[in-house]
């Protein structure tokens, strides 16, 4: 069994995890915003990868995301180390989320790669699910590594249950119309968006909305935490649908946790 543990962790760790995007998320949208693409209809999920030649990765790419999170080998993984610090600027609504950018500083460090944190987004419902489980909220920590073009992402569950005060103040800010950016004069710890149990699963994936850009590092931290109904209903009503893409296969991909 160890043997297998150590096999399974070196062809792991020997997948490539570089990233041809410039930008995560918002100026991918940016580039390609000749192609549109959506949550819903012929813009969906299941046709992007016909959108453009850009998307076609997005119905070919053999390490997509989201996933069903099953784990394959429970390994003894080194803890996600988090420095964050760097203010919040500002809160955009780009017509597919609601994304909070933060200023240079911040970072993590995973199995000795440093990356940065460049800004934050939610999903309704959660993108990845944890053994068949679907969550109503899902947020996303994009990281970039310093001059180079390899992301890593940190997923974070959340249940229905009490208010978040952190999502108070960001959904106080959070811009109704599409395109529509708010400049954030006030501290929020989005430390807080973290649950203090940081165990985590990790995989290889990619980008969740097109081009759908594969070799991203994804953690998954196991621990959810909570939102209140209202403050699911009220992303909900400003995005006036769902922002989840739909689970992809697994493949050959290996889950450790």
């Not at 994304?99 to 199995?111: L, N």
């Not at 001059?147 to 997923?155: D, H, S, Y």
């Not at 119309?177 to 649950?195: E, F, N």
Request: with cysteine; proline share 6%.
């Amino acid at each position: 069994m160890k043997k297998s543990l150590l096999v399974a962790s070196a062809v792991f760790l020997g997948l490539s995890l570089s990233a041809q995007a410039k930008q995560p998320h918002e100026a991918e949208a940016t580039k390609h915003k000749a192609a549109h693409w959506g949550y819903e209809g012929e813009a969906g999920p299941e046709h992007w990868g016909e959108l453009s030649d850009k998307f076609k990765l997005c119905s070919t790419g053999k390490n997509q995301s989201p996933i069903d999170i099953k784990s394959d080998f429970d390994v003894d993984l080194p803890a996600i180390k988090f420095d964050y610090g760097a203010k919040a600027t500002r809160v955009i609504n780009n017509g597919h989320t609601i994304q909070v950018d933060i200023a240079p500083g911040s970072k993590i460090e995973s199995d000795g790669k440093v990356f940065e944190l460049k800004q934050f987004h939610f999903h309704t419902p959660s993108e990845n699910k944890i053994n068949g489980k679907s969550f109503p909220l899902e947020a996303h920590f994009v990281h970039r590594m310093p001059n180079e073009n390899t992301f890593g992402v940190v997923g974070v569950m959340f249940e229905e249950g009490e208010a978040n005060p952190v999502l108070d103040q960001i959904w106080s800010k959070m811009p109704t119309k599409a395109g529509d950016k708010v400049a954030l004069d006030q501290s929020i710890d989005y430390t807080k968006l973290l649950p203090e149990d940081k165990d985590y699963y990790r995989f290889n994936g990619s980008f969740t909305t097109p081009p759908c850009t594969e070799g991203v590092y994804w953690h998954v931290l196991k621990k959810p935490l909570t939102a209140s109904k209202a403050q699911i209903e009220k992303f909900l009503k400003v995005m006036h649908h769902p922002n989840n893409r739909n689970i992809q296969d697994v493949d050959a991909r290996i889950i450790v946790d």
